[in-house]
C-alpha cells in the first residue's frame, strides 16, 4: 500500500487526464461514422476545427460549479459559424474528480506489475504479484464505470439553440458502445434520422435548405452546417438526393447552379 500510494502521487491531473482522453478516444470513435465523423477529446478551443461537411462530438470538462459547459466553451459555439456541426458531451465536476484520482491509482498499479513482472522477474505464483493483479482487474472495471458517471449530458443544436439530453452508457465486457447510445439519444429528441430515402427527403430540403429557385451546392451544404434546425444523418445522404433529383429531371445542374424549378 505504501508503495501504491508513492506511485500515485507521483501522477499528475495532466498526467491522469491523458489516460482518460485515449481511453474515450478509442469508446467514442466514430466506427458507423452515420451519426457523428470526428471525436475531440478535452480540446483547447484552438484545436477546434469545425468543417461543414462533418459533425464533430466533444468531449469536455465539466465547468467548476458543474452547471454544465464551461463558459470558454458555450463562447465558441456561439461564435462558431458551423454551429449544426457540433455536439458536447460533459457531466459533473465532483464525477470528473474522482475519475482524475481513480486513473492516477489504476496507473500506478499497472506500473507496479509492469515493474514486478518486466523488472523483478517475479514469479506468476508469487502472492504479492497475484494480489497487485487483482487489483488492477478491480480498478480497470471500476474506471469504465467512473468514465460513465463522469460523462452523462450531452449537449445538441436544435432550432432554438443548444439543448441538452441525460446521456447514460451500458458497460458492457468493460466496453461501451457509445457511437450507438449518442445515435439513439439523438434519435428520440428528433435530432438524427434515418429517414433519408431521396423522395422522402426531397420535400423537407427544398422548404427548409433549398429555398432559392436556383442555388450553388456549396451554398446549400453551407446551410446544412449552419442551420441547427436540419437533422443530421447519414452524410451521403445529400448526394444520393442530389444524384437522385437531377437523374429524374426534378432538378437541373448548369453554369455551377442547381435549379429546382426546371
Known amino acids: 500500500n ?95 474528480n474522482n475519475l482524475i484520482e481513480l486513473t492516477k491509482a489504476y496507473k500506478a498499479i499497472e506500473n507496479i506489475v509492469y515493474q514486478m513482472e518486466h523488472e523483478d522477474k517475479v514469479e506468476s505464483s508469487n502472492s504479492e504479484l497475484v494480489q497487485a493483479k487483482d487489483i488492477f482487474d478491480k480498478k480497470s472495471l471500476t474506471l469504465m464505470s467512473t468514465i460513465r458517471e463522469a460523462f452523462v449530458t450531452l449537449h445538441f443544436p436544435k432550432k432554438n439553440g443548444l439543448e441538452k439530453h441525460d446521456f447514460k452508457m451500458t458497460l458492457v465486457n468493460n466496453a461501451f458502445n457509445a457511437e450507438k447510445e449518442i445515435k439513439d439519444v439523438l434519435t428520440e429528441v428528433g435530432k438524427f434520422t434515418t429517414e433519408i430515402e431521396p423522395n422522402s427527403l426531397r420535400m423537407k430540403f427544398e422548404v427548409r435548405i433549398f429555398t432559392q429557385k436556383r442555388m450553388t451546392w456549396n451554398h446549400i451544404l453551407e446551410r446544412v452546417a449552419t442551420d441547427t434546425a436540419w437533422q443530421w444523418h447519414k452524410p451521403s445522404a445529400l448526394d444520393d438526393l442530389r444524384n437522385d433529383s437531377i437523374r429524374k429531371g426534378l432538378w437541373i445542374e448548369e453554369g455551377g447552379y442547381l435549379d429546382k424549378e426546371p
Not at 502521487?9 to 482522453?21: D, M, P, S, V, W
Open 2 to 96: 505504501a508503495k501504491l500510494n508513492d506511485e500515485i502521487r507521483g501522477f499528475t491531473y495532466e498526467q491522469a487526464k491523458l489516460h482518460i482522453k485515449d481511453i474515450l478516444k478509442e469508446q467514442f470513435k466514430a466506427s458507423q461514422g452515420d451519426c457523428y465523423q470526428e471525436v475531440l477529446v478535452f480540446p483547447s478551443i484552438e484545436e477546434i476545427d469545425l468543417k461543414k461537411n462533418k459533425v464533430t462530438l466533444i468531449l469536455t470538462e465539466p465547468s467548476e460549479d458543474s452547471k454544465g459547459l464551461r463558459e470558454e466553451v458555450l463562447k465558441f459555439y456561439e461564435d462558431a459559424t458551423y454551429k449544426n456541426r457540433v455536439m458536447f458531451l460533459t457531466g459533473q465536476r465532483v464525477a470528473m
